[in-house]
């Protein structure tokens, strides 16, 4: 088992940037953060989740939906079994709830292919 804690999210101006935080936990002996894809989404109020980026186990491989490409950034630690998503250019449209979610069957592009475990979310609010 796996347990994902966010962190990270704020108050920011239009244009700013917020770094979120995904660490990743295993509560099973023999599991390993490493092994499992991890894919961050949102979900702004009234909105259905939208899958955002995934990055590969071993951080080597990484994909973008369209409308984040360029302005964030996934990237991940294994050695401290943190996950990142860096968000720059933010817009009030970004404002949501950001959730990592881990997969052991990779990414299905910008998603963790069946997604099994996810964190509690963070709050990211752009407003000026």
């Known amino acids: 088992q796996l347990r994902l804690v966010e962190s990270g999210g704020g108050l920011v101006q239009p244009g700013g940037s917020l770094r979120l935080s995904c660490v990743a936990s295993a509560f099973t002996s023999g599991t390993y953060a490493y092994a499992y894809a991890i894919g961050w989404f949102r979900q702004a109020p009234g909105k259905e989740r939208e899958g955002l980026s995934c990055i590969s186990g071993s951080g080597g491989s990484t994909a973008y939906v369209d409308d984040v490409k360029g302005r964030f950034t996934i990237s991940r630690d294994n050695r401290k079994n943190t996950i990142y998503l860096q968000l720059n250019s933010l817009k009030p449209e970004d404002t949501a709830v950001y959730y990592c979610?881990?997969?052991?069957?990779?990414?299905?592009?910008?998603?963790?292919?069946?997604?099994?475990?996810w964190g509690q979310g963070t709050q990211v609010t752009v407003s000026s």
């Open positions: 979610a881990a997969s052991l069957y990779g990414c299905s592009g910008y998603v963790p292919r069946n997604a099994y475990y």
